[in-house]
């Protein structure tokens, strides 16, 4: 085990099991200490550590949840932002209690309406697009090897079509289309572009991405467990009694501001009215939207807008993403996009000082972090957004829609109230005075049904769970009959 590299000033290489001793290697020395162990956390981080200075080594504690492992600290500090994060990412943590639930109930039939992942097989003329194009990589003519970093130019152009057909007055031109890896990579990716000296307002409930990115990328204090929140972000409100769009009168300034809508979780999709709200307030504050419109295509009511770009003077204030995930099952395939509009400035940014157009920092983060979405998921993209592609998402949405008419019907029938499901493929149901996490356990241990529990969307989403209507019919049917009884 003589590892130790000149230069490497303390290591250690650490065998840890319940009865294990630490493994002690410096200069080629093994020598063996007494390891103590918990069960519940792994930190290899150095933090029991001393130094023998004659020797520069550092003995380091490694507490691991395994019976077996390795642990070898390098002397890089953690990023303290990291620190921040409360008990990991939403889905991962009902991942864990999913998993736990399985272990108790080998033979329960557990469904899972609760990630939010598309269950339906992607159309194929869709795929025949993706198809086409691998089978072309095996060819000559059909080759091609890095792209654009913005994305294939004719996609761009057929994303600038998209807009022009919800509205002949949003502007998007193909150049301001940034094409992508998904909706959620391209909200880190804007953060890094803002870095950490801005300020930022979510919606409260929200989806996870917005938050926990602001606190990597440094932006946030610490959590405040009282108001379960982190300091420095502002929690905009969104409840049934305001119709789910925040009070903005009484929302103090941010420099960006995340919006999502249809929303997750609520599903609520707001009117163009208050759209015009949010673009004004923007402007008034001299803010930048991030517009996420990864649910766009299941508005029904065309009295709300598609795309923040239907209102006028959106161009000046706001960045629009959006995604192929929940558009065609493309939650695997990977494809997504941004818009910046080339009117959106930064207040200073040029040589003299004066304002600096955003597109030029965010195409320098994407030809500078990104490579390019995958060929082939472009040619699905594109194949998505042809005559007949676009036929065949709108007849997936339908289905799913139609679960959520299932779901909402069987939730209404026993007396639970709901919202969202309208324009958006959630429902978030109602249980006031309770706690969600209770109410998400209780589902799933009565019914072997994996929700989301609203609180971990914010504090505002306590009270309420998620449903997700993607998922299989007969699925969703059983669902609905199990919650039936369980809340009858
Ligand atoms: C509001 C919202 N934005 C973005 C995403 C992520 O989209 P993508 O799969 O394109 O990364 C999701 C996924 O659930 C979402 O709910």
Known sequence: MAMAAQGLVSSAVVSSSLSSSFTHVDSGKNVSFLSSFSPAVAHCNGKNSRRNSSQRTKVVRCDVETKERQCYATQVKRNPNFAKLQAGYLFPEIGRRRAAHCAKYPDAKVIS?????????????????????????????????????????????????????????????????????????????????????????????????YVDS????????????????????????????????????????????????????????????????????????????????????????????????????????????????????????????TVVPEELMYADGSPLGEPFPVIKDFNRVMTTSFNGASNIAQAGGLACLSDEGWKAMEELVGFYRENVDILVSALNSVGLRTYGGENAPYVWVHFPGESSWDVFSKILEKAHIVTTPGSGFGPGGEGFVRISAFGHRENILEAAERLKKLFA
């Open 113 to 209: 309406l609760g990630i939010g992942d598309t269950t339906e097989p992607i159309p194929s003329v869709i795929t025949d697009g993706m198809k086409n194009k691998a089978h072309g990589l095996s060819t000559l003519e059909g080759y091609s090897g890095y792209g654009a970093e913005q994305g294939e130019g004719p996609l761009r152009a057929a994303i600038q079509k998209l807009y022009a057909k919800i509205s002949p007055n949003t502007g998007v031109k193909p150049s301001e289309v940034f094409v992508s890896d998904g909706a959620k990579c391209d909200i880190a990716r804007l953060q890094m572009m803002f870095g950490s000296d801005v300020t930022i307002a979510v919606q409260d409930p929200s989806y996870p991405a």
């Open 214 to 337: 602001s606190v990597m990328i440094g932006q946030t204090g610490l959590y405040q467990a009282e108001s379960q929140q982190y300091s420095k972000i502002r929690y905009m409100k969104c409840t049934p009694e305001n119709d789910f769009f925040p009070d903005l009168a009484s929302t103090p300034r941010s420099d960006v501001i995340f919006f999502c809508s249809p929303n997750n979780p609520t599903g609520a999709a707001a009117t163009r009215k208050q759209l015009e709200e949010l673009v004004a307030y923007a402007k008034r504050n001299g803010s930048i939207i991030v517009y996420d419109a990864a649910y766009s295509i299941y508005i029904t009511d065309d009295s709300r807008p598609k795309t923040i770009y239907e209102i006028p003077g959106a161009r000046e204030v706001a960045i629009e993403i959006s995604s192929f995930s929940k558009f065609a099952g493309f939650t695997g395939v990977r494809l997504g996009w």
